[in-house]
């Protein structure tokens, strides 16, 4: 499986090129929260990972290999977390090169998006036609994006007494939580990927 992995970052190696100049963009161009910096970093390279995957010789090819397609599947989501985790630390230095403000809670913030917008994006993918999941993933960015943070600022204002619960939560049991329910939601999103894969004809 760590050869589907690595074969994920060869296929992509110039892009990935193009994709840190454009979080330097977004960095410098300081007109976005640190969050939407690491979420944007986050899931560029998983969603172009699986735009290659999707077509059909790609996944015959695939199949072909002495690899399961649970295995295949595996490496995906493990892929994933490799790209987060990787994609993350890059955005940091970044940051921290050009002299803006970021927290822990940036981090957090931006990744348990990432991962959950992903643990959505990758079942979808594999019951989309070939060549809508990347359009799909676009559009969706671009709605949330732009939709997010007011229903955010209005659903904070409204449920008051959820919003001082989570204020009061401690840090460590924050951080915690927000780990935790990423964890469970991606692991639903792994079987629920592995299940319809299996079942998929090429």
Known sequence: MFNLIKRDYIIQK?????Y?????????LGRHDAYFIFLLASILVPV?????DEKPETNILLNSLPYTRTEIITSRFLGTIVSIIFSTIVTSILLYIFN????ITDITIGSSLALLLLSFYLPLTYILKPGYSAPFALVSFLILAGIAPP???YLGGKLTSVTDFILNLSVPIFYTSA????IVIY??????TTF???RKAF
């Open 196 to 198: 319809i894969y299996q």
């Open 20 to 28: 840190a100049l454009m979080v330097i963009f977004f960095v410098l």
């Open 151 to 153: 229903i955010v600022t």
């Open 48 to 52: 172009n990972m699986i735009a290659y």
């Open 100 to 103: 803006k403000p970021f927290s």
């Open 14 to 18: 110039w892009q990935i090129l193009i």
């Open 187 to 192: 692991a639903i999103s792994w079987g629920v």
């Open 179 to 182: 780990l935790l329910l990423g």
